[in-house]
């Protein structure tokens, strides 16, 4: 039995033939849909969770093949309640291992802000600088409106605000340059010199004495060739004065040498210039 014709001369399908043509598309939606590769689901295969915890058992690597980007990674962090803690927050819960690690032929580490970099050291220290180069610093800080290039605080008891320790021979501590009109070292308070010291000239009527031998601490190093020793009377006896403060052989010491003989105790204060 023949089917029926649409009107206007064009031949019908039988509907084997449209049975046959869906089929033949349904096969082919099927091998596209077998050809592409499965979706991605977030959290599943690797992908960054948003708000959520991830865990992963290998470094994450993002690499912009030398794009012409401002950052490879930007973090945003908006809070108009001010309840935002940080924006970008780094733990690290082994002892030895580095929260932030970066490593550059530029800057290695860039902060601008209220405050430019915090950092708080548990039983560590906060910042650590290292340098190689025997022209830069290992923390190096420059103020350009007058203020403290840095600064150094200590609220416990007995603390030291800023310390200096010259590990290499002819190494200097500390070294304060003035330029031109500016001071070298302003001292507000106590100076406190370990090669400094008072000395006692016993001298008794029956054992007069004009000199007294002094000891420079243990390891505080040579007097220098170029340095001396000042000394001053810390008791008043009338027409006696230090004449002479001359450095030993190895110059780790000194005698004391006054104008005459005193016969009662007599104090010198003395102190390294080098």
């Known amino acids: 039995m023949s089917e029926s014709s649409e009107s206007g001369g064009v031949t019908g399908r039988s509907r084997r033939g449209v049975l046959a043509a869906g089929a033949a598309a349904a096969a082919a939606a099927v091998g596209v849909g077998m050809a592409r590769p499965p979706q991605a689901e977030a959290g599943t295969d690797g992908d960054v969770v948003l708000g959520a915890y991830n865990l992963a058992a290998s470094p994450t690597t993002i690499d912009t093949k030398n794009a012409a980007i401002p950052a490879t990674l930007q973090v945003w962090g908006h809070d108009s309640a001010n309840t935002l803690g940080c924006v970008l927050d780094v733990e690290s819960f082994d002892g030895d291992a580095i929260g932030i690690q970066v490593f550059t032929s530029g800057v290695a580490l860039y902060a601008d802000g209220g405050t430019g970099v915090t950092a708080q050291g548990g039983p560590g220290n906060g910042v650590e600088g290292y340098c190689s180069s025997a022209t830069a610093s290992g923390v190096y800080g420059e103020n350009t409106n007058g203020g403290f290039g840095v600064a150094g605080r200590s609220n416990g008891i007995g603390g030291v605000a800023v310390l200096g320790d010259a ?108």
Request: aromatic share 4%; net charge positive; charged share 5%.
């Open 167 to 274: 590990q290499g021979a002819g190494g200097t501590a500390v070294q304060a340059v003035g330029n031109g009109a500016g001071t070298a070292l302003d001292v507000q308070g106590k100076a406190h010199f370990t090669r400094s010291g008072v000395a006692t000239i016993a001298g008794t009527t029956s054992t007069p004495k004009s000199s007294i031998a002094i000891t420079l601490p243990f390891n505080s190093g040579a007097i220098a060739a170029t340095g001396g020793i000042i000394a001053t009377l810390q008791t008043h006896v009338s027409g006696v004065f230090v004449a002479a403060v001359v450095p030993n052989s190895a110059r780790t010491g000194a005698t004391i040498y006054l104008n005459k003989a005193v016969t009662q105790t007599v104090k010198a204060a003395w102190l390294v210039v080098d």
